[in-house]
């Protein structure tokens, strides 16, 4: 670890790049990040749903509109999938402690991405093994030969034989799964492999999914008619300087208009260090994804707590992505309990064209309205309770600070530099609860503000352990757990002219 922290220091000291970009060693870095315990073949037995007790909810730093699990360990959301009015979120879950283990699926459905009711756990470990991370679709013209409109969830069975793709299938709506008997349907070929997205390409006539290659890298693309029987169609890879050992995770490959976007998580050699999510822009010919000639990385968050992050299939062109908001960096750590990790906001994306160049751009969802009061002007001192949204307008003149704190002297400090366009945050002792962790506190994560004109505006989302940070129009995002011993509740802007206002966001529990 010295290493690392010799390191970590250098480059926070001459980093002086449009990102702050670091490399995250350990004793192993080579390390499977975290690998399974062999399992024991049991027949499968799904708990029943978690039940709240009056007044839950309300511990130190549980989230108050981001949706968390009643009790246990969480991490990337899967499966996620729309269909009949109703959101469905499965996510990685531990039904027996609040740390990594018996990797299952959890499930919470919504009928309006706000509020969120968990169910019971959807799928646990097998003959085969845990049940890591995939995806979900609705086949509505019965290709598999499990019913019209059945559901049918994609995962990565991590066992003894190593990581193997396997499906099962739901025909009351997600409320109980039926495992195919032939399992797995792509066997074990690097142990590598991992996190199966799949999605109907209409031009070629068949499923197509992305499957990621772990430390071995990139992306493989694979084909079927009947969900069944996959043949592999291609490989995408690209090299990245500087990021020599890093392992891909949860792609998604999307379509906006003539253009596609391959979005993958990478970790350790995010943005910043630990987790991060980036993305490719090009195009897919229902075999293969040819990058469009980009600087790559790209990054979808420039902050620390945005990983593993998917979209919901069956929305139409709408594209709702939501992430884990954690990073393998210190996730098991972080003091929440009786649970541990959230998801964030979700967001909607869209590919727009900036200074002539493609750029993803991510909002928070137009139905966090739903639990959002009247717009008032912010002053030194927020009426805020649970969480809040705060909306900043800074003129580009000259550089500015905005600082959000509370009574106990805790500050989260975001500074603008005009004449760069660039924005930074710290995220050390002073914000909160840091030393659970040696490398939660960083003192420099730097994002382009990617604004055109004279002003820019910022949305700053704030909840009880997170601060959500983007541009209005979605050019830039930023997202970072907190552990201030309340929510920061005043506000001082130093430097520009400025108009804020703040609108309170009632909690969803």
Same mark, same amino acid.
């Given at each position: 670890m010295?290493?690392? $922290?010799?390191?970590?220091?250098?480059?926070m000291v001459t980093a002086t790049m449009a990102v702050t970009i670091l490399g995250c060693t350990s004793d192993d870095p080579k390390k499977e990040q975290p690998a399974p315990e062999p399992p024991t073949p049991v027949e499968p037995v799904d708990p029943p749903a978690p039940t709240p007790t009056p007044g839950s909810y309300t511990e130190l730093y549980r989230p108050q509109i981001h949706f968390t699990p009643a009790k246990n360990w969480m991490n990337d959301p899967n499966g996620m999938v729309y269909v009949d009015g109703v959101y469905h979120l499965f996510y990685q879950y531990n039904p027996q402690g609040n740390s990594w283990g018996n990797m299952s699926w959890g499930h919470a459905t919504s009928t309006d991405l706000i509020h969120w009711t968990e169910q019971a756990v959807a799928l646990t470990r097998d003959e085969l093994g845990d049940i890591f991370?995939?995806?979900?679709?609705?086949?509505?013209?019965?290709?598999?030969?499990?019913?019209?409109?059945?559901?049918?969830?994609?995962?990565?069975?991590?066992?003894?034989?190593?990581?193997?793709?396997?499906?099962?299938?739901?025909?009351?709506?997600?409320?109980?799964?039926?495992?195919?008997?032939?399992?797995?349907?792509?066997?074990?070929?690097?142990?590598?492999?991992?996190?199966?997205?799949?999605?109907?390409?209409a031009d070629s006539q068949q499923w197509i999914m992305s499957l990621a290659k772990g430390?071995?890298?990139?992306?493989?693309?694979?084909?079927?008619?009947?969900?069944?029987? $996959?043949?592999?169609?291609?490989?995408?890879?690209?090299?990245?300087?500087?990021?020599?050992?890093?392992?891909?995770?949860?792609?998604?490959?999307?379509?906006?208009?003539?253009? $596609?976007?391959?979005?993958?998580?990478?970790?350790?050699?995010?943005?910043?260090?630990g987790s991060g999510t980036m993305y490719f822009v090009g195009q897919f010919d229902g075999k293969e994804f040819k990058a469009d000639a980009l600087d790559y990385p790209l990054w979808l968050d420039y902050g620390m707590d945005n990983y593993a992050g998917v979209t919901w299939s069956n929305t139409g062109d709408r594209k709702v992505l939501i992430g884990w908001m954690n990073n393998w960096s210190y996730?098991?750590?972080?003091?929440?309990?009786?649970?541990?990790?959230?998801?964030?906001?979700p967001r909607e994306l869209k590919l727009i064209n900036y200074n002539g160049t493609p750029l993803l751009t991510n909002t928070v969802v137009s139905e966090i309205d739903k639990i959002a009061g009247s717009w008032q002007s912010a002053g030194a001192t927020l009426d805020v309770k649970d969480a809040y949204q705060l909306r900043i307008k800074l003129n580009l003149d000259k550089n500015s600070t905005i600082t959000l704190g509370n009574s106990f002297d805790e500050k989260y400090v975001i500074d603008i530099n005009a004449s760069s366009s660039m924005l930074t945050v710290r995220r050390t002792s002073a914000t909160g609860k840091t030393n659970f962790n040696g490398t939660f506190s960083v003192p420099s994560m730097r994002a382009p503000l990617n604004a055109s004109g004279t002003t820019v505006t910022l949305d700053i989302y704030v909840d009880q352990s997170s601060v959500e940070l983007f541009t209005d129009n979605g050019t830039m995002s930023m997202t970072n757990l907190i552990f201030p011993q309340s929510i920061y509740n005043t506000l001082t802007v130093s430097g520009a002219d400025y108009e804020a206002q703040v609108r309170q966001l009632s909690r969803i529990w």
């Open positions: 010295k290493k690392f $922290w010799n390191f970590f220091s250098s480059m991370s995939g995806s979900a679709v609705i086949d509505h013209n019965n290709t598999a030969g499990f019913g019209a409109g059945a559901m049918v969830a994609f995962y990565t069975s991590a066992g003894d034989a190593g990581q193997q793709q396997s499906m099962a299938y739901s025909t009351d709506g997600g409320k109980n799964f039926t495992r195919y008997t032939a399992n797995p349907i792509i066997k074990n070929n690097d142990d590598r492999q991992r996190d199966p997205k799949v999605f109907w390409h430390w071995s890298k990139g992306i493989e693309f694979f084909g079927s008619t009947d969900m069944k029987t $996959w043949t592999k169609l291609s490989t995408f890879v690209v090299d990245l300087p500087g990021r020599p050992d890093l392992q891909w995770e949860c792609p998604d490959l999307l379509q906006f208009g003539d253009k $596609w976007v391959l979005i993958v998580s990478v970790n350790p050699g995010g943005p910043v260090l996730a098991g750590d972080v003091p929440c309990s009786p649970w541990r990790s959230a998801m964030t906001l």
